[in-house]
């Protein structure tokens, strides 16, 4: 043991020589100690503002209270205590995607462009049953990669900028292997179904900047749900039709840039700050052609979006105001089942903000 604490102090005294090396070189434009990097910058501009864009399409955290969520269909079976049978207190996403890589200007000229990243979060719904038990809960973990296509060959200084956007993701809700069926057979095991899939989700993606303020940008893709090996395999009873293994995806965005601008009329100049305010919309359609209907309607129900409208009134904030609705199959795991109508107010988190 001591042996092992001698070398690591040992490794670690020559990390600390070796980081303190002087060289001496006018061409050096970039220096972490300094405060100011102009020349840098200046040479980074396009790549980080590139960078700034993927982030806007990253997903949405928030935390809703009180959500609201309506059955758009007849069930097969009422919910029960520990379901949600009394409604819910709140609701929370916290899906993020932590950069592993991100191209600089100086980067080789095939990965400037590239960002990749470890795409980790969960989420929670807490019911208003007996104790006020969390569902199940959603979990997620894999790898992203987006690529900014237009940056190998668009015009200088064109506001269209086209990207690709592929993400590997395991989902699944944590639980041990039981029953997927409800009792009765009529509808799955919410309670502790255990659930489980991976995808493999591709999105080409287009977006245009207007007035330099304001960035609108759809995303066309499609996703392949399916199992590995291991841990990363595809619940039995999820092939059976009822829950669509391909699915296209459309998603839209309108966003409002928050920053500053300094305005004049020619006599009087004057501070103008912008917040940042979006919509966005993220559709998808299941098209497996041996989809199995739901509900007591035996209806397909292969549509389902999420809209969000998301405002910070502080410019430099990181917290801001969500409203979400939400119509479909439920997206939380084993509920896929089941067609709802939900609606909620609270709290999104920007975690990219500059």
């Not at 104790?131 to 959603?138: G, H, I, V």
């Not at 089941?338 to 999104?348: H, K, R």
């Amino acid at each position: 043991m001591v042996a092992k604490l001698v070398l690591l102090f040992l490794f670690g005294w020559v990390g600390v020589a070796w980081g303190q090396e002087v060289i001496e070189n006018n061409s050096i434009v970039y220096d972490s100690d300094r405060k100011s990097n102009p020349i840098f910058d200046s040479l980074n501009y396009n790549i980080r503002e590139n960078h700034r864009i993927l982030q806007y399409h990253d997903p949405i955290l928030y935390l809703g209270a009180f959500p609201i969520f309506r059955p758009a269909s007849e069930r097969r079976t009422p919910l029960e205590d520990r379901e949600g049978k009394k409604g819910y207190w709140l609701e929370g996403d916290m899906n993020y995607r932590f950069d592993l890589y991100k191209g600089a200007y100086y980067s080789p000229g095939a990965t400037r462009p590239l960002r990749v990243t470890f795409d980790a979060g969960f989420t929670v719904r807490m019911t208003r049953d007996e104790s006020s038990p969390l569902l199940p809960t959603n979990n997620r973990f894999g790898i992203g990669l987006d690529y900014m296509l237009s940056e190998l060959f668009k015009p200088k200084n064109s506001s269209i900028n086209f990207w690709l956007t592929v993400l590997a993701h395991h989902y699944s809700n944590g639980q041990s292997k039981t029953d997927f069926f409800h009792e009765d057979g009529l509808r799955n095991n919410y309670k502790n179904g255990d659930f489980s899939t991976n995808y493999i989700r591709f999105l080409w993606y287009i977006s245009k900047r207007c007035q330099h303020n304001n960035l609108f940008s759809a995303g066309l893709g499609y996703q392949r749900d399916g199992g590995v090996a291991g841990p990363f395999i595809l619940a039995e009873e999820m092939k059976n039709g009822h829950y669509g293994q391909n699915r296209l995806l459309l998603n839209i965005q309108a966003l409002r840039i928050p920053g500053f601008s300094i305005d004049d009329d020619g006599n009087t100049r004057w501070l103008t700050r912008r917040t940042k305010m979006s919509f966005r919309t993220e559709m998808s359609l299941i098209l497996d052609q041996d989809l199995v209907g739901i509900s007591t309607t035996n209806n397909l129900y292969r549509f389902g979006a999420h809209n969000y409208f998301t405002y910070f009134p502080a410019e430099k904030g990181r917290v801001g105001l969500m409203v979400k609705h939400y119509f479909g199959r439920d997206y939380m795991n084993m509920r896929y089942d089941d067609v709802v109508n939900a609606w909620m107010v609270g709290l999104t988190i920007d975690m990219n903000r500059y």
